[in-house]
């Protein structure tokens, strides 16, 4: 399996969006609930959020490749003085478990050659991404509740990689 990074252009909003509802729905609500999933999803993922992040808060959107395949997508920001921020790291649920997300934590470090540091958020109750945070060399920094209206709180795990 050759999997590559390849970076998203707007043109691409549409295939991440639905990539994200798709992982999402399957994703998340044991975890959050299908109400916060959606509301989550309406915040985050659609088409003039997607371009925000892309083009005003510079996000850089890697997609995950396999031949013509998208398998999941990455979107990192730089922070400044080789700390980048991980806002983003799905892949398709059909895919995990082949060693995938590993393969592409080490295209992103191949990507980010001046990395000091990764940061990126986790929900707490979201096990299977903490131990692959940490299998991947993250620790935790610590916790942060972060309101995201209608009542919604991410309960989140800080992680921290250092190179």
């Known amino acids: 399996m050759t999997i590559t990074l390849n970076q998203a252009t707007p043109a691409d909003i549409p295939r991440i969006r639905e990539l994200a509802h798709r992982i999402w ?3 998340y609500p044991p975890i959050i609930g ?18 925000r992040q892309m083009e005003k ?12 395949d998208v398998l999941g997508f990455v979107a990192v920001s730089d922070q400044g003085e ?7 790291f799905y892949l398709d649920n059909e895919k995990r478990g ?8 080490d295209l992103l470090l191949e990507k980010h050659l001046a990395l000091r540091e990764f940061r990126l958020t986790v929900n ?25 209206g209608e009542g919604y709180v991410m309960s989140d795990f800080l992680m921290l990689f250092k190179r």
Request: glycine share 6%.
């Open 82 to 88: 080789g700390v980048y921020f991980i806002h983003k």
């Open 98 to 105: 082949r060693g995938l997300g590993k393969r592409v934590f």
């Open 34 to 51: 299908e109400q916060q999933v959606e509301y989550m999803l309406g915040l985050n993922y659609d088409l003039e959020s997607l371009q």
């Open 25 to 27: 729905r399957v994703h």
């Open 57 to 68: 808060e510079a996000q850089i959107f890697w997609l995950v490749m396999e031949a013509e």
């Open 124 to 148: 707490r109750q979201n096990y299977k991404s903490i131990n692959f945070y940490f299998r991947t060399g993250f620790t935790i920094e610590r916790c942060i509740d972060i309101p995201i």
